[in-house]
């Protein structure tokens, strides 16, 4: 079966530090994805990342895959209190069942 | 617009109950997902639809547990003879299945089911 882990599961920060998340997964994988959840709500997708080496950004965030390491990470620059939520990476195979991580909650403090 | 909907929302049912999960999925999108996530985990799969065919199911979704989507539009969720560990939300997404740049799947609001 294929695992997916991210570290920290708990991330408390200052506005204005940068930070990175990281998310492992265990066997080959086609995609992985980035999402968002404000607690009590959804998911809100962020990023898909399809190949080796490919790199998105978003405002603030922005996200990478090393298909080799089987290593993403999510990096924050200049962190607001806005991007205090979960964020969760997720890995498919064969384009159908999505695997998620536990999840990396993260803290803004001002 | 409409995104993935879930009704309802929020169910607290005593033990041992049925209940029943709507969902209605982003209009254009083929496949549909169902998922359970717990407080401080992320979503587990349960199963997913490609139209009206049932295509995978994870060892997670007892006997007790049966979705359908008869025509390949809106699917249920129904919990039989629920138990305290079905406490959880139950998500439900959508997707567009294709080939080329990564079928992102939408995620609803959730269903919270508290079982008592």
């Known amino acids: 079966e294929l695992k997916v882990e991210q570290n920290p599961l708990f991330l408390s920060m200052q506005e204005g530090k940068n930070y990175t998340i990281y998310c492992n997964y265990s066997?080959?994988?086609?995609?992985l994805y980035w999402y968002r959840q404000d607690p009590g709500k959804s998911l809100e997708s962020l990023f898909v990342?399809?190949?080796?080496?490919a790199v998105k950004q978003e405002g603030r965030l922005m996200a990478s895959l090393d298909t080799k390491a089987r290593l993403s990470t999510l990096h924050i620059t200049a962190a607001v209190h806005d991007l205090s939520a979960t964020y969760f990476c997720?890995?498919?195979?064969?384009?159908?069942?999505?695997?998620f991580g536990t999840g990396t909650s993260l803290t803004v403090i001002p | 617009d409409t995104g993935v909907s879930q009704d309802p929302r929020h169910k607290i049912t005593k033990r041992g109950q049925n209940v029943t999960f709507r969902c209605d999925p982003i209009?254009?999108?083929?496949?549909l997902y169902w998922y359970r996530q717990t407080l401080g985990q992320g979503p587990e799969f349960l199963t997913y639809?490609?139209?009206?065919?049932?295509?995978?199911k994870s060892r997670l979704l007892s006997d007790r547990f049966s979705a359908e989507r008869p025509k390949g539009s809106f699917s249920t969720l129904e919990i039989q003879r629920t138990e305290q560990g079905d406490s959880a939300m139950y998500l439900c997404a959508s997707s567009l299945a294709r080939t080329d740049s990564g079928n992102t799947i939408y995620f609803g609001e959730g269903s919270w089911l508290t079982v008592v």
């Open positions: 639809f490609q139209n009206e065919a049932q295509l995978e």
């Open positions: 997720a890995v498919t195979r064969a384009g159908n069942q999505f695997y």
């Open positions: 209009s254009e999108h083929n496949r």
């Open positions: 990342l399809l190949s080796n080496g």
């Open positions: 066997t080959t994988s086609d995609r």
